[in-house]
Each structure stands twice: as structure tokens, then as C-alpha cells.
């Protein structure tokens, strides 16, 4: 388990998720909060195969990771009700530095 300072935002979109994290066998685990206020661990699968070292010292790495979600409901405003999508695809921009 390696500790790593990490910046996560969604492509195109502004909002971005910073802090302490740690990779594990190449995944890297953040701590979140649901949107109801409970705490859990958000994973990003592969980190270390999608993002490539910034510097020499390959303690800085960088790139996109793209998470797959299935069967999330989604609000339709038109029809005022709830849809299941089978299938969505978001793609992250992620940052990392290895702390040592």
C-alpha cells in the first residue's frame, strides 16, 4: 500500500476531488462522502496501467481513466420520474504523486 496525493476531476467539468489516498495493487482508494452524508471508499480500477510518470524520478504520474457504471437510475425532468441506464461511461482526468 503506497500513500499518494491526488487531484480527480471529470473531463470538461470544473469540479475536482483533492486529497490523501492510497494505491493498492495498482487501484487507487480515496475517501468519500455520499450525497446523504455517509463516508465510503471510492475505487479507480487500473489506476497505475492509465496514467504515465510526469518527471525523472517517477514519483508524479498523470492520465485518463475511464469507469464503467451499470444500471443507474437517473432523474428524466420531462417524464418526472426515474430511468434505469444499462449501461455509462464517465472519464476521469487523475493526478498523483507518490508521498513518501
Request: proline fraction near 3%; include cysteine.
Amino acid at each position: 500500500m503506497q500513500k499518494v496525493v491526488y487531484s480527480i476531476s471529470k473531463v470538461n467539468k470544473g469540479k475536482k476531488m483533492k486529497g490523501v489516498g492510497y494505491l493498492v495493487e495498482g487501484n487507487l482508494l480515496i475517501p468519500s462522502t455520499s450525497s446523504k452524508g455517509n463516508p465510503y471508499i471510492r475505487i479507480f480500477d487500473e489506476v497505475t496501467k492509465h496514467c504515465h510518470p510526469v518527471d525523472k524520478d517517477k514519483t508524479e504520474f498523470k492520465g485518463y481513466v475511464t469507469l464503467a457504471y451499470e444500471n443507474i437510475n437517473v432523474f428524466n425532468k420531462e417524464k418526472d420520474r426515474y430511468e434505469t441506464l444499462d449501461y455509462v461511461e464517465t472519464t476521469f482526468y487523475v493526478w498523483y504523486k507518490l508521498v513518501k
